[in-house]
């Protein structure tokens, strides 16, 4: 697993095809896995997944082969994200939500529409 701090746990998330791990930093809460090595749709599902469950206060990771272009239309007004290439040439996303409240996302919709 890419860059988890050792302060990491793995936590069972209901439908998830990888493992997640659950660990705080600077205070904020975090949850990760790695879908780098996935293959289509494990990505998406694993992201609709992991936005579902995190509370307002906390931020998803996702590793990535490259980044979820195809992700980022579908929850663009519910969650903010960054992305960063990584020294092993996987991206790096992280997200968050934008406001306290319920999501308009649907978060059943993990087909791909991007590259």
Not at 17 to 23: I, M, Q, S
């Amino acid at each position: 697993m890419n860059s988890l701090p050792q302060n990491a746990e793995q936590i069972e998330i209901e439908g998830a095809t990888v493992p997640f791990f659950k660990y705080i930093e600077n205070g904020v809460t975090f949850l990760q896995f790695d879908s780098s090595k996935s293959r289509h749709p494990e990505p998406m599902v694993n992201a609709m997944i992991g936005l579902e469950v995190i509370q307002n206060d906390e931020k998803l990771v996702l590793i990535n082969s490259k980044p979820p272009m195809g992700l980022f239309p579908k929850i663009e007004n519910d969650f903010t994200f960054e992305f960063d290439e990584l020294e092993d040439e996987n991206t790096r996303v992280v997200f968050a939500k934008r406001a306290k409240g319920v999501a308009k996302t649907d978060f059943k919709d993990t087909g791909c529409c991007g590259s």
